[in-house]
Nanobody
């Protein structure tokens, strides 16, 4: 249903854009989100996009460095700038939240893409 791509190894300060290609069932009309999970830590909310009002939501740690967007077709993006070593994690795409958009309780999940930021 959801397939992420675009992860990789970058240096601190670099930029990276993640993509998530979704099936129509997962993408159509649903709020879409990005989460991340570092080793030994809980899955953390990164960003979300809602079609209802084209609203965007971000985790507190983002502080203007990341931007979530869509192509209005079936792809969700996460543009990440000024990356830091603490951004290292597996990044997951998700669709159709069952509770708060910031809660990792979405109906559909991708398998994740690894982002590693070296210092």
């Amino acid at each position: 249903e959801l397939v992420e791509s675009g992860g990789g190894l970058v240096q601190a300060g670099d930029s990276l854009t993640l993509s998530c290609t979704a099936s129509q069932r997962a993408f159509g009309g649903n709020t879409m989100g990005w989460f991340r999970q570092a080793p030994g830590k809980e899955r953390e909310f990164v960003a979300a996009f809602t079609w209802r009002n084209s609203g965007t939501y971000y985790g507190d740690f983002v502080k203007g460095r990341f931007t979530i967007s869509t192509d209005n077709a079936n792809t969700l993006y996460l543009q990440m700038n000024s990356l830091k070593p603490e951004d290292t994690a597996v990044y997951y795409c998700a669709a159709a939240p069952k509770a708060l958009v910031t809660s990792p309780s979405y109906r559909y999940w991708g398998h994740g893409t690894q982002v590693t930021v070296s210092s």
